[in-house]
């Protein structure tokens, strides 16, 4: 089959152009930990006081019997609630998002948490923050007048300072 030379170049050079964003998906994926959302759930967000899970009770953070640490947090117009949570670094924490009204957003800027909260469904992110410190929680989807002020933080205490505070709450009953 004859194929004319300038087509040949051209081919090979569209070939090259998407095995580089191909090579950027990898990169991001394994090193960066940025995917794309995997899963799919929904939730009734105009019951979400009444659901188990999402109850106000049950919001912030959770260490279930295994050790495993899941944070519950709801946004609406125009806060997130609750409005500070305290996590250790260099641990796996699972977020579980959703929203009481319309469709919010979460970045924590350096992080790998970046995602549209949508009414109806769970958004879940899984991250392991490396450094002690303050780490701003802004709403990045436009979800009305007060969407500029729509922010919170959360602190990041050392893996050390965690298990401390975790086993003195043991001792002290
Ligand atoms: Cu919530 Cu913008």
Not at 64 to 89: C, E, M, Q, W
Not at 152 to 171: A, D, F, P, R, Y
Request: hydrophobic share 40%.
């Amino acid at each position: 089959m004859h194929i004319d030379p300038l087509e040949k170049k051209w081919a090979t050079i569209s070939l090259l152009i998407a095995g580089f964003f191909v090579t950027i998906l990898l990169i991001s994926s394994l090193v960066h930990n940025i995917d794309a959302p995997g899963q799919v759930e929904t939730i009734d967000s105009a019951r979400l006081h009444l659901s188990k899970e999402f109850a106000e009770d049950n919001l912030g953070l959770q260490t279930d019997s295994n050790g495993k640490i899941t944070v519950r947090l709801v946004a609406g117009r125009y806060g997130f609630v609750p409005k500070h949570i305290t996590i250790p670094a260099e641990t796996e924490v699972t977020f579980r998002w959703v929203t009481s009204d319309v469709i919010h957003g979460v970045h924590i800027p350096m992080t790998n948490m970046s995602t549209m909260i949508v009414p109806g469904y769970v958004a879940q992110v899984t991250t392991v923050l490396k450094r002690p410190g303050e780490y701003p929680v802004i709403c990045n989807e436009y979800c009305g007048m007060g969407h500029a002020h729509m922010w919170s933080n959360i602190t990041v205490v050392s893996k050390q300072n965690w298990l401390k505070k975790q086993n003195g709450e043991m001792n002290n009953g």
